[in-house]
């Protein structure tokens, strides 16, 4: 078990819709990262935050938005969904924002019909 | 900006026979580069990590990964696999831990028995 809880396990949804995945991450753990896995393009970086603040942004479509609370919690949302957009999508956190390494919660499968 | 190459998408494998997975990265600095492991329906467990020192990193599981500078590899082996050991496998690279990890494609061992 890594620490990291992610919910929900699975999703099916609509295209056209807006769906919110949440993700808790390890105790004492100040960063969070969202990852996207898919067959075709792999594990694609989306967002990272560190204690609440952006911290660094990679192939995250203008749709998707992300953010940190104050808890350290974090959320991904998902709106006006493309098929797409069907994916497993990862939640990891480290301790620090650079060389901690991450651990990863089980993911969110996402599918859009 | 970094990028992994892991060579081979799939590798078998007979159980107890040594395997070795490769990684070539691509990067202007130094960098930090790990191996994950990924079992059916869950996360991704860290097996190793380099960030400086030896050049030999041993990890868990029996796995260890030599990190080659001239070469730009980090290729994870290991002397003998077990059928526990099938699962896919990524390797990631970090420039000097200042840019979120960047993550090959996988490599999917099979292990036969």
């Known amino acids: 078990d890594s620490g990291v809880t992610q919910t929900p396990k699975h999703l099916i949804t609509a295209t056209g819709q807006r769906v919110t995945l949440r993700c808790s991450p390890r105790?004492?753990?100040?960063?969070v990262y969202w990852y996207q896995q898919s067959l075709d393009q792999g594990l694609q970086f989306l967002i990272q935050?560190?204690?609440?603040?952006?911290?660094a942004k990679g192939n995250i479509l203008e749709r998707f938005s992300a953010q940190q609370f104050p808890d350290l919690h974090s959320e991904l949302n998902l709106s006006s969904l493309e098929l797409g957009d069907s994916a497993l999508y990862f939640c990891?956190?480290?301790?620090?924002?650079?060389?901690?390494?991450?651990?990863f919660g089980n993911g969110t499968r996402l599918t859009v019909t | 900006a970094q990028s992994v190459t892991q060579l081979d998408s799939q590798v078998p494998v007979f159980e107890e026979a040594p395997v070795e997975l490769r990684c070539n990265y691509s990067?202007?600095?130094?960098?930090?580069l790990f191996w994950y492991v990924q079992y059916p329906n869950q996360g991704l467990q860290l097996l190793l990590k380099y960030l400086s020192g030896s050049t030999l990193v041993k990890g868990i599981n029996g796995f260890e990964a030599e990190f080659n500078k001239s070469q730009t590899s980090f290729h994870l082996r290991k002397p003998s696999v077990h059928i526990s050991d099938t699962a896919e496998y990524f390797c990631a690279v970090s420039e000097r831990g200042n840019t979120p990890l960047v993550f090959g494609k996988g490599t999917r061992l099979s292990v036969i028995a």
């Open positions: 990067s202007s600095v130094s960098v930090y």
């Open positions: 935050y560190y204690n609440g603040e952006e911290r």
């Open positions: 105790s004492g753990d100040l960063s």
């Open positions: 990891a956190s480290s301790v620090g924002a650079g060389d901690s390494p991450l651990h």
